[in-house]
């Protein structure tokens, strides 16, 4: 049984309690307190249950490579799967909740998966769901489903804030222990600006809980002055509860930052996500302890012997009564030490080394610690707790020599630096034989932008595992217990049996044990990433911390090859999980995405607009008054405007100007047209297509002026051709004398459209618009009432219809004026379905309907807007390739339903036959398709193979389900074919 | 995520700051042009595993295009320069070659 000591903690306050529960159940710990010391010290050892076996699992570690004690925290709102508990801090009233257990965390149904563990082996998912493909829907996809998954999942949104910030330094230290101080410290005298953060809320490390000094004093001592003088530094911004969390391309670091986590709900945000810059990024991110493989490590009360002295140390927490230690290396002894100085009994020490001489076990054994050589633990006895080990010979396959009651073990497998941020961005390892680990070899660094080295190492993170070795590292004198040389074990013992292999747990999480790794050798997998992925052996939300060198020794052992040969696996970002609420940052609800707003948004939003997405901006779809359908709506609109007048909101299109002496010879390279011949005062459609030789956007030119030319684009074109014209003008011809500014947001544009347009312009006052005054596709300017407007005579509609263009500030009143002025005459707003309508009925194209990026103008029948005189343009060489001038290109046509329906969206015509890969051949598809008020039934526009030479014949195209459409290919004008009504 | 310094305008930003776009120094084959030339124009990249150059524009800043010399593999940036030229500087090819003597050179 776990329980409080009476005495000691350097770490909690006893004069705070703090309560808190588990499960429901009350408990108490002290401020200073992890959820996991905390539960420790009310008596809480099994704390979960494993994700495939639903074994009992208990608290391992102490700190961020905790791979069991995960819970949920919080309720409602704020609850939140899968929190570390040994990362955790304990605040007053906390509810935390046991995961991966059905009822209950004591008695738990999935628990039979651990007698049938020998049907569950490496890949067994792999293997299971070959086949046959419906089991998969209606077998296995429901059961995985259900039992998939860590934790429960909040089902309210978040109510916390986020925040995101930046920082710039030269030198951002990584991690709080002595060497992370030390390295702080040298750079802070040397004046460069340094961040130093840790993602505990302590600084020091785990120094002060082992033993050593640091420059003639105690080690604590000496951190404490450490800390006085850095934070003396104006130089040095110091953090807690930060952690770097990846080192990426030319010293970026991402830091994540604890701001509120135990303290939810008070304003504050709860996570804070950095972005830094840093000249050089110093990794001191320690080392940790790794796990001995013995049957039955998982059980609750198994613990790392790093841990169980911590939670002594710093948090007066007994992890149990008695307990045997077993290690292959001296460190482990201070756990003995810290436990007889707390008044704890040690029955014995295992050391899997033929002879312990170091100066700790000599201190140990001068305590009268009974300590057994050459031996391991052949398997832990108990199963929610800890109750004995079986003693073996390491060198055999397990048999039992002697059996100790104990109720908590602690093991040492030696240690791992971490090198996670030094890897994460290309810094490479060496195999360090005699110390047997992986460390950062320093001549292979991450590099940034300069390609000089962008992080280097300090202390244990490079495998300086004492005291001594860390401060030599900065010149900085110190002393502990030496050590001897560890013994590499990666199996206990040696030669352990089957039965025992399937129960030494390797990756806590996944409950991948060394039966597994060696399966997946035999198996063929002797890629490590292979074997990660078919065993899952390091990818739970650990990532291995625990488990990948133990596992990847066991795969060289099976391999025959030395553990350098068989490498790591791939680091990657971030150390720990960070909240997703972090990386959205402010970025969620309003603040999602910009909103373009055109200066008449407001008139649209009162009018209770339905709306339609057009890149960043949101137009009116259609008006719906009360009552009305959508379809009604834009019906409605169609006829008026079509019958009286209408008005658009079309400030959205892109308005460009051109401007200089080449700009003329600039647009007759840029549109497949003729654009310096326009005479000014005059409007032209235009082309754009791409090098490629495909349609990419189009609009109307008006020529302002002598050197200055007008740019209408789609609405969301704007900015890309704005663009597009840049890179042209900047990148290849440099030496043309032309600019060119994106106006689209000066001006507020509105289209009046109708019979009735003329008669509305009129009543404002002002400029002539008749038709000798300002005929079609022409524009003028002046003042048209109180504004300042220049005015169009173009139509995307068929109507009379003038564009006028006022400055962005007029555009609200003059649209309020309009509307006020044209209600005699009957005017009606209309949105842009009632916009599509209407040019469809006019067979006018749509970028991104009639084309999709394959389409070039020849196949929509606009080969009248292609310039046969000039020598180039965008597009023209492509243009004239085979596949370009193939005639059986489909082509634009109209098409007309037999009955009136309206044809689905992007319905195919089929054909006769079958193509190479079964499918069905087309010779057809519609690329806009409506019910036109107009015309009183469907129309459609589509691409048609030799569609043009067609007309009147009747072909099908697939309907709803398995029903066939009968259209008539007919004209792509439906409406005013001589176009009459737009020149009056 | 890349920090890249703008030719023009002399700022170091992020990369967010700015927009890739593709291989630098390409020539132009219009009209005229054999199918092969305007094939190589068009679609052939250079893939190299090392030294690139490239073009970036500085949409969120000044909104000038730049040309950068950079490593694919390390991501070394050895140097940015203004787009109107149809070479890279003498200088920075040999600032190149004497970093990286395997290089083959510009071509
Ligand atoms: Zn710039």
Known sequence: ?984 | MLSLTCPCCGITAEETEFAPGGEAHLKRFGPGSSDEAFEGYLFARKNPKGVHFERWRHAYGCGKWFLAARCTATLEVFGTYPAQTTQPPAELIAKIKAKRPEWEGWA
């Open chain 1, 1 to 984: 049984m776990s329980t409080r000591l009476a005495k000691g903690g350097r770490l909690i306050d006893r004069a705070k309690p703090l309560n808190f529960t588990f499960n429901g159940k009350p408990m108490r710990g002290f401020a200073g307190d992890t959820l996991a010391s905390a539960l420790l010290g009310a008596g809480q050892v099994m704390v979960g249950r494993s994700f495939k076996y639903h074994r009992p699992r208990g608290i391992v570690a102490s700190g961020a490579e905790e791979p069991n004690a995960l819970v949920g925290l919080g309720r409602n709102a704020r609850f939140e799967p899968d929190q570390r508990t040994t990362t955790t801090e304990l605040f007053e009233g906390a509810e935390t909740r046991s995961q991966n257990h059905w009822p209950s965390l004591d008695f738990d149904i999935g628990e039979i998966n651990d007698r049938l563990y020998k049907f569950f082996p490496a890949g067994f998912y792999y293997k299971t769901f070959m086949a046959p493909r419906a089991a998969w829907k209606h077998l296995f996809e429901p059961i995985i489903r259900k039992s998939a998954g860590l934790g429960g999942v909040p089902k309210e949104a978040d109510p916390d804030r986020y925040e995101q910030a930046y920082a710039h330094c030269d030198v951002l230290v990584a991690g709080g222990g002595v060497a992370g101080l030390a390295a702080a410290l040298r750079e802070g005298r040397a004046g460069k600006r340094v961040w130093l953060v840790e993602q505990s809320a302590h600084w020091g490390g785990r120094t002060p809980v082992d033993d050593g000094q640091i420059d003639g004093v105690e080690a604590e001592d000496w951190i404490a002055a450490a800390l006085e003088e850095l934070e003396s530094l104006a130089n040095v911004t110091m953090r807690t509860r930060f952690m770097a969390a990846g080192l990426y391309d030319h010293g970026y670091v991402i830091g994540y930052e604890s701001v509120a986590d135990a303290t939810p709900g008070d304003g504050r945000p709860r996570h804070r996500l950095w972005r830094i810059r840093a000249g050089l990024t110093i990794t001191a991110t320690g080392a940790i302890e790794r796990p001995l493989a013995f049957a039955g490590n998982d059980v609750p009360g198994v613990m790392l012997a790093s841990a169980v002295r911590d939670y002594i140390v710093n948090w007066a927490v007994s992890p149990g009564d008695r307990t045997v230690i077993v290690t292959n290396n001296d460190d482990a002894y201070r756990t003995a030490l810290a436990l007889l100085d707390a008044g704890l009994t040690v029955p014995t020490i295992v050391d899997a080394r033929e002879e312990t001489h170091g100066a700790l076990p000599q201190e140990v054994k001068a305590r009268g610690v009974r300590v057994l050589e050459g031996r391991g633990i052949a398997r832990v006895l108990g199963r929610s707790r800890v109750t004995g080990v079986e003693i073996c010979a390491q060198a055999g396959e397990g048999g039992a020599v002697e059996t100790i009651a104990c109720d908590c073990v602690a093991m040492s497998g030696g240690w791992s630096p971490v090198v996670h941020l030094w890897s994460h961005c290309g810094g490479k390892l060496i195999w360090d034989e005699p110390r047997a680990m992986f460390r950062p070899d320093p001549s292979r660094p991450p590099t940034g932008a300069d390609g000089a080295a962008m992080a280097t190492v300090a202390g244990a993170a490079n495998g300086d595992l004492t005291l001594a070795e860390t401060m030599a590292g900065f010149g900085i004198g110190a002393c502990s217990h030496d050590e001897a040389a560890l013994a590499p074990v990666w199996m206990m013992p040696a030669g352990a049996t089957d039965a025992l292999r399937y129960k030494a747990f390797l990756d806590f999480q996944n409950d991948v044990k060394v039966s597994d790794v060696q399966l997946a050798a035999r198996e063929g997998y002797t890629s490590v990433e292979h074997t990660k992925r078919y065993t899952t052996l390091g990818m739970a939300t650990d990532q291995g911390k625990l488990s990948n060198i133990n596992g990847l020794a066991v795969l060289s052992d099976a391999l025959g090859q030395p553990i350098p040969a068989t490498g790591t696996t791939t680091f990657r970002p971030p150390y720990t999980p960070i909240s997703l609420g972090a990386i959205t940052g402010e970025a969620r609800g309003d603040l999602f995405q910009p909103l373009r707003r055109t200066p008449i948004q407001s008139w649209h939003e009162a009018q209770g607009a339905h709306w339609e997405p057009v890149g960043h901006w949101r137009r009116p779809y259609c008006y719906p008054r009360k009552g009305e359908s959508h379809s009604d709506a834009v019906g409605r609109e169609i006829t008026n405007t079509r019958k009286n007048v209408g008005m658009l909101d079309a400030s959205t299109l892109g308005k460009i100007v051109v401007k200089g002496p080449d700009a003329g010879r600039f647009l007759d390279m840029l549109y497949t047209n003729m654009m310096s011949t326009l005479p000014v005062g005059k409007c032209r459609y235009g082309l754009m297509c791409n090098e490629n030789g495909f349609l990419m956007d189009d609009g109307v030119v008006a020529r302002l002026s002598e050197d200055m030319w007008l740019c209408h684009t789609t609405s969301g074109g704007a900015d890309r051709i704005h663009g597009w014209m840049e890179d042209w003008l900047q990148c290849e011809w440099w030496d043309w004398k032309v600019y060119v500014a994106n106006l689209t947001e000066q001006f507020a544009q509105i289209a009046v459209v109708g019979p009735k347009a003329r008669a509305l312009l009129e009543r404002l006052g002002g400029m002539d618009v008749s038709k000798e005054a300002l005929p079609f596709m022409h524009w003028a300017e002046g003042k048209l009432g109180d504004f300042d407007a220049r005015i169009f005579r173009i139509s995307f509609s068929g109507e009379l219809s003038y564009e006028i263009a006022v400055p962005a500030s007029q555009g609200l009143a003059l649209w309020e004026t309009l509307m006020a002025e044209g209600e005699a005459l009957g005017v009606m707003p209309y949105g842009t379905e009632a916009l599509h309508v209407m040019r469809a009925e006019k067979g006018f194209i749509m970028i991104g309907d009639e084309t999709d990026g394959t389409v070039i103008p020849q196949d929509l029948g606009l080969s009248w807007a292609i310039s046969k005189k000039k020598a180039d343009f965008l597009g023209k060489r492509a243009q004239e390739r085979s596949h370009m001038t193939d005639p059986n290109r489909w082509k634009l046509v109209g098409l007309e339903t037999l009955d009136g329906s309206v044809i689905p969206d992007g319905s195919h015509a089929p054909a006769e036959g079958y193509n190479a890969n079964g499918q069905r051949n087309t010779q057809g598809r519609v690329t806009s398709t409506y019910y036109s008020p107009t015309i009183g039934k469907g129309i459609a526009l589509g691409l048609v193979l030799n569609g043009p030479d067609r007309m009147g014949e009747v072909i099908e195209f697939t309907g709803e389900g398995e029903t066939q459409i009968k259209a008539r290919i007919v004209e792509t004008c439906f409406y005013d074919k001589e176009g009459e009504k737009q020149d009056v």
